[in-house]
């Protein structure tokens, strides 16, 4: 009995004997930089814009439906497309920085699901609601409360290409490789305005943006046809692909708000010089790649 006595104390003691290691803080939920406004080179010119009499008087009101990628370039390390999905919230962005009026035609699902609740008279706002003198505990759907657009923009990314223009020198033994190598891509999109009352198109342009880098790398080389990088390892310096699209939808943007407002071009100066065409272009486009390091 004694020794059943003395095997139960010596398991307590045992158990005693390691206490738990103290716990240590917690890591911090949040790090690296703040967030800021995600801007581009065109918003000084779409916040001129905002500020201008032809905006500040003008009554149209503008939707924007879809804009989708045709292109259907998929990367194949990232497992998706290189063209972001919603195309259309960066133009959104980019016409309330002009300042026009707009109203939501990409989702209106949440809106279309409560006018229906409101016609079976089950949507409710917290409290009573006045109407014509009757006091009713339902959100009534009042004539003429659902603003409609005068002109609609849609479109398609069209075109993605890779390798538009490219120099360097790289060494190469047994598919082991070394160099520097300067590249660029164009993606291009193709956009029109529709006037939503009588389904005339008043404007239909195509737009591009180039992004252009310079590449440091040593690697074992891989050839995809549709590869941006063919490299394992290196150091890159290239401009985002997305955030290139963001820069040509807030131009668009300036270009589509300036014309159906009959803007006089006072904020033009404040646009991004661009590359010009030709052989002035590519003159540029070297240039640029030369300063990118």
Not at 229 to 237: M, P, S
């Amino acid at each position: 009995m004694k020794s059943i006595f003395g095997i139960l104390a010596l398991g307590l003691v045992t158990g005693c004997g390691t206490l738990p290691e103290e716990l240590s803080e917690p890591r911090a939920q949040y790090f690296g930089p703040l967030p800021v406004a995600n801007l581009t080179p065109a918003d000084a010119a779409l916040q001129c814009l905002s500020q201008t009499p032809e905006v500040r008087r003008s009554n149209v009101v503008f939707a924007v439906h879809v804009i989708s990628d045709v292109t259907q370039r998929v990367s194949v390390d990232e497992v998706g497309p290189y063209i972001p999905r919603d195309a259309a919230s960066m133009l959104v962005t980019a016409l309330e920085r002009a300042g026009v009026d707009q109203v939501n035609r990409i989702n209106t699902a949440v809106s279309e699901f409560e006018i229906a609740l409101s016609r079976e008279q089950i949507l409710g706002d917290g409290g009573l609601t006045q109407i014509e003198g009757e006091t009713i505990p339902y959100r009534p759907i009042r004539r003429g409360a659902f603003r409609g657009s005068r002109y609609v923009i849609d479109g398609s990314i069209t075109q993605l290409d890779f390798n538009t223009y490219s120099e360097g020198a790289e060494i190469g033994f047994f598919g082991l490789g070394a160099g520097r190598r300067a590249f660029a891509l164009t993606v291009g999109a193709d956009l029109r305005v529709t006037d939503t009352v009588s389904t005339e198109i008043v404007m239909s342009e195509s737009y591009a943006k180039q992004a252009v880098g310079r590449e440091v790398y040593g690697s074992i080389f891989r050839f995809f046809d549709d590869e941006l990088f063919d490299l394992n390892l290196g150091r890159e310096n290239i401009e985002g692909l997305h955030a290139g699209i963001r820069w040509l939808m807030a131009e668009a943007a300036y270009d589509i708000v300036s014309e159906i407002v009959n803007h006089g071009g006072s904020c033009d100066a404040l646009l991004p010089r661009n590359f010009g065409s030709g052989t002035e272009a590519a003159d540029e486009l070297r240039a640029t790649l030369a300063r990118v390091e």
